[in-house]
């Protein structure tokens, strides 16, 4: 499992550089819209869609709502979706009492996969097209997905106390925290790197260790929908690493947050 793992991110994290630093702003926006319809495509598996013209269906809704987030304001967003995160996290913290509500009906199913997975696509491509967007963005993949390796091996060697039993019972408390120092170590050499000045640093500090904070509410939530449907994965496309949803749950929270929290920063400084 682990060499599958690791042979699969040693195939991705090339073709995300590639992507990341050679495609142009277009094309990078309609790539990271394709990838966006395939989450959803998974994201109807979760909604317990069997007819493929249902899924199909799914898909073009999803489509239409990317279209339209052109002209939305970036800031309404970014607002909702923050509301939405915080709103998610009670219910992976109330996971099963309240999933009577939500959890046999596809309609309300299909809406948490827009607000998951929509807003996504908005934060990368906000960041892609700022001054050293670039950089930025990949400062936010090395966070996220660092943390996410960070978790995983911290919690391989020294968990023992689960953090969410009823939603994701691999994930312990000991792992968050490895996540929360690894992510901390990254954001200090970043700094250090970049040359920001001191006076910035707890704000960039505080907002990197909350936004890995919310990558956890991601993965935990994506773990929650597949539990809800008696799934292991969301899909089969990366050996050892499941599906696409698997790969990007951690930054469908991480991403918006992170763009909201620079946002309010930069109010803040001005």
Aim: charged share 10%; net charge positive.
């Amino acid at each position: 499992m682990l060499k599958q793992r690791i042979i699969t991110a040693a195939i991705l994290i090339p073709i995300t550089l590639l992507v990341l630093f050679y495609l142009p702003p277009a094309p990078f926006c309609v790539m990271t819209a394709i990838i966006t319809l395939v989450g959803a495509w998974e994201w109807s598996n979760l909604m317990g869609l069997q007819k493929t013209s249902q899924r199909v269906l799914y898909l073009l809704v999803i489509a239409f709502v990317l279209s339209w987030m052109i002209i939305v304001p970036v800031a309404l967003i970014f607002i909702v979706s923050s509301i939405w995160w915080i709103f998610a996290f009670m219910l992976v913290v109330l996971y099963p009492r309240c999933s009577s509500w939500w959890g046999s009906g596809v309609f309300w199913r299909g809406l948490m996969g827009i607000v998951v997975l929509s807003p996504c696509w908005a934060a990368i491509n906000y960041i892609r097209n700022q001054n050293d967007g670039i950089y930025t963005l990949l400062f936010l993949f090395v966070l996220i997905w660092g943390a996410d390796s960070a978790a995983y091996f911290t919690g391989k060697r020294w968990g023992k106390t689960k953090l969410a039993p009823h939603v994701s019972p691999g994930k312990s408390v000991q792992g968050f925290l490895g996540a929360i120092i690894f992510c901390t170590i990254i954001a200090v050499a970043a700094l250090i790197l970049c040359q920001i000045p001191p006076a910035m640093w707890p704000w960039a500090i505080a907002l990197s260790i909350i936004t890995v904070m919310f990558s956890v509410v991601g993965d935990l939530f994506e773990s929650m929908m597949k539990r809800q449907c008696g799934l292991k994965d969301s899909g089969n496309i990366f050996p050892g690493h499941g599906g696409l949803l698997d790969r990007i749950d951690s930054l469908t929270a991480a991403a918006p947050v992170f763009v909201m929290g620079g946002l309010l920063l930069g109010m803040y400084l001005d």
